[in-house]
């Protein structure tokens, strides 16, 4: 199955790479190696359902940064504790010191239990044009493009008049997703994403939900109540939703389930999952990614 890829902006002329300090990660499948102008040291696939932990304080592009590698939740807390000489207890107390930390690099899978991922940054799943983005974690539920969408600084773009997507009929719990909307749209009711065709009246619009979503929302790692107040506009953010029960069908994109109420704005990755997440797999999936988005 496919992880979740980490590419983030910031090295050399391909912004798919992640740096911190004077060193970027090629993680796979681009599979950069070390070079006298680049600087790129190849990633390597945290172990599943664990995480993959760079220290590259001194590092250069001469010396490769050190790697460690653990199973689960427990041991990263164990782990940057040794490292980082304190008693940390939680996630969130961890991804603090990460994120804080110009020498240390976090790569996480996630992808237990995922019935479909999409990146627009992984070229294994959109080639920068064509119609399908295609599903990596291996079940083959990809996402048709209606329309025509852009590409465009590795995201794609939907512009709020007919364009659209539909992800295949599968059967999911849970949805996580990295969007920026600019409430263009043709109407004053505007889809992020419409799955009634599956659950009856499951959906998530901009005036309302539908009873078949749980209360479990969260925004950037954190939980907020439900309501489409609480997403931004005009800048990227991370959602995290729930349903309260496991449902099959397919999920429109940017618009609603009968092809239309359009909105604008861009999208860059897309998970489902069979199961529900706990809080600090929530945390983990807005910080895989946030740094993309200078979040």
């Given at each position: 199955m496919?992880?979740?890829v980490i590419k983030n902006i910031g090295a050399g002329s391909d912004s798919r790479a992640y740096k911190k300090g004077s060193v970027a990660i090629g993680g796979r499948p681009l599979g950069y190696g070390p070079t006298s102008t680049t600087g790129y040291w190849n990633g390597i696939d945290p172990p599943t359902g664990g995480h993959a932990l760079y220290l590259m304080s001194g590092a250069s592009t001469s010396v490769s940064p050190s790697i460690y590698t653990v199973a689960s939740n427990p041991e990263l807390?164990?782990?940057?504790n040794q490292i980082a000489g304190q008693s940390y207890t939680t996630i969130s107390e961890v991804l603090s010191y990460v994120n804080s930390n110009?020498?240390?690099y976090l790569d996480s899978d996630l992808s237990q239990n995922a019935v479909m991922m999409v990146d627009s940054y992984d070229t294994r799943s959109y080639s920068g044009s064509g119609s399908v983005w295609y599903d990596i974690s291996g079940n083959g539920n990809n996402v048709n493009l209606y329309n025509s969408p852009s590409y465009v600084n590795n995201n794609i773009i939907f512009d709020g008049v007919n364009d659209f997507g539909i992800i295949s009929s599968t059967t999911y719990r849970s949805l996580s997703l990295w969007a920026y909307k600019t409430d263009a749209g043709p109407s004053t009711w505007k889809y992020l994403f419409d799955a009634r065709s599956g659950m009856g009246n499951g959906w998530f619009a901009?005036?309302?939900?539908?009873?078949?979503?749980?209360?479990t929302m969260y925004v950037n790692g954190s939980p907020v109540g439900r309501s489409w107040s609480n997403l931004p506009t005009n800048s990227w953010f991370h959602l995290y939703i729930e349903a309260d029960n496991t449902y099959t069908g397919t999920i429109n994109l940017m618009s609603r389930y009968s092809n239309n109420e359009q909105l604008g704005g861009y999208l860059n990755s897309i998970e489902l999952y069979a199961t529900t997440k706990s809080p600090d797999d929530i945390a983990l999936l807005f910080n895989a990614k946030r740094h993309r988005f200078g979040l």
């Open positions: 496919g992880r979740i807390i164990s782990l940057v110009s020498d240390v901009n005036q309302g939900q539908g009873t078949n979503w749980s209360a």
